[in-house]
């Protein structure tokens, strides 16, 4: 009687260990699905509030406003791209590993973060579009239609920074022009 005792005992024991097992299997990969979700829905808040920004100053020749945009968690920089200017090239696109231009806002420490051969390739290639995170996430392709950057370069990138990015938009009438916010006053 005394070992068949210990005999569902043990039985009990290993059922146990086979439910907790179980329960923390599903609790990981839900939480980790829940994550992903996260990171999309933040994806496409920055998407959502970088379209509206340009549609509401693009028609209002001379408004501006500067933008506090969330991004998300992972996200370094954000960099904006003027479609109609060149393409960029190893000699005048730090994106593309050269120097010179479109280093706004970037600390000379992380200029080597910046060098991405995969944005290079997507602005060289594509019309699609026209911001980029770094890290580059290709899943939301972002495109602020009719947007110009206050550049030679073509480009700008923003470092996010508690996670926002503050960005000056200015009215053309016919779009919108991205540019560095002015510098804070400190009185």
């Known amino acids: 009687m005394k070992k068949k ?12 260990i086979v439910i907790i097992g179980m ?3 599903f609790g990981v990969k839900y939480i980790m699905k829940l994550m992903k979700t996260t990171e999309d829905i933040d994806l496409l808040q920055l998407k959502t509030s970088l379209e509206t920004t340009a549609k509401k100053y693009g028609t ?14 992972k996200v370094q920089y954000v960099c904006f791209f003027d479609l109609s200017k060149d393409k960029p090239t190893k000699e005048n696109s730090l994106i593309c590993g050269g ?9 000379v420490t992380d200029k ?15 019309k699609s579009q026209n911001v980029m995170t770094i890290p580059f996430v290709p899943d939301y392709p972002l ?23 503050k960005v000056k938009f200015t009215g053309l009438g ?3 022009k991205v540019s560095n916010p002015p510098a804070e006053s400190t009185t």
């Open 60 to 73: 209002k020749y001379g408004s501006w406003t500067l933008e506090e945009i969330p991004v998300p968690k």
């Open 5 to 16: 005792s210990q005999v569902q005992d043990m039985m009990m024991y290993i059922l146990g």
């Open 23 to 25: 329960l923390l299997f």
């Open 174 to 176: 016919s779009g919108v």
């Open 143 to 165: 495109l602020v239609e009719k947007m110009k950057i206050d550049d030679k370069a073509g480009f700008i990138c923003f470092k996010a920074i508690a996670g926002e990015i």
């Open 99 to 107: 120097g010179k231009g479109g280093d706004n806002l970037v600390p």
């Open 112 to 126: 080597k973060k910046i060098k991405d051969p995969i944005i290079c390739d997507a602005w060289k290639t594509g």
